[in-house]
């Protein structure tokens, strides 16, 4: 499975745009790029998948260059309730013996 | 609505005791999955399952088992609890799926246990 790297933590203000950007150099061609959030407390939630150009949803887009090598989780204008963990995932489309698997994400926190 | 359910939120042992984590998903889903999380440490695998009966050590399995009797349920085991094993415990699942279908993982709302 291709590592993930992305940022431990970020401060945000609501009303702005949050970009988090997650590296995944070694992605595979039937990779597809999966992002979760959790809220203190919870567990963890699909927000977002995408697996190239541009995926957007009512919570978030996804930007994903043509190399696939990178990815950029974008959270129009936040607010308090996004204060959460994000986390970036690959993962074969298709399920089978897929184990999801999470690094320590990036914690977002929003300020009034 | 899909769900996944874990018996318990909070739970508070005593060290030594044998302790159950209940998870139940009425999906159909084929893969179930426990974790860890720890403060800094994110979530860490500890066991998971593919089909009724069969399991499969994680990252973390040392001090714990699982059992699935059921498709529906997949139990998490800690023969003798102890103190390092307060945590915040998940329990997911997943479709085993096609190739279009999406490989989403389902979590409970955590279990968090305080072993004294």
């Known amino acids: 499975l291709a590592k993930t790297t992305q940022p431990i933590s970020m401060d945000s203000y609501e009303g702005q745009e949050v970009n988090i950007t997650c590296s995944h150099n070694?992605?595979?061609?039937?990779?597809?790029i999966t992002w979760y959030q959790q809220f203190p407390s919870q567990g963890p939630r699909f927000i977002i998948q995408?697996?190239?150009t541009k995926v957007t949803n009512e919570v978030a887009s996804l930007f994903i260059p043509a190399d696939r090598k990178s990815s950029t989780l974008s959270l129009p204008r936040v607010s308090l309730s996004d204060t959460a963990v994000y986390y970036c995932?690959?993962?074969?489309?298709?399920?089978?013996?897929?184990?999801?698997?999470f690094g320590r994400g990036t914690s977002l926190i929003v300020h009034p | 609505d899909v769900k996944v359910t874990q018996s318990s939120r909070y739970l508070v042992k005593r060290t030594g005791e044998k302790v159950f984590l209940e998870c139940v998903q009425d999906?159909?889903?084929?893969?179930m999955f426990w974790y860890r999380q720890d403060p800094g440490l994110g979530l860490r695998l500890i066991y998971f399952?593919?089909?009724?009966?069969?399991?499969e050590k994680g990252d973390i399995p040392e001090g714990y088992s699982v059992s699935r009797e059921k498709k529906e349920r997949f139990s998490l085991i800690l023969e003798s609890a102890s103190t390092n094993q307060t945590s915040m415990y998940l329990c997911?699942?997943?479709?085993?799926?096609?190739?279009?279908?999406?490989?989403?993982?389902?979590f409970g709302q955590g279990t968090r246990l305080t072993v004294v």
């Open positions: 997911a699942s997943t479709d085993e799926g096609g190739v279009f279908r999406n490989t989403e993982a389902f």
């Open positions: 070694n992605i595979a061609t039937n990779d597809y």
């Open positions: 995408g697996y190239k």
């Open positions: 995932l690959v993962a074969p489309r298709g399920g089978g013996s897929y184990i999801p698997t």
């Open positions: 999906m159909d889903h084929e893969n």
């Open positions: 399952s593919y089909d009724v009966k069969m399991k």
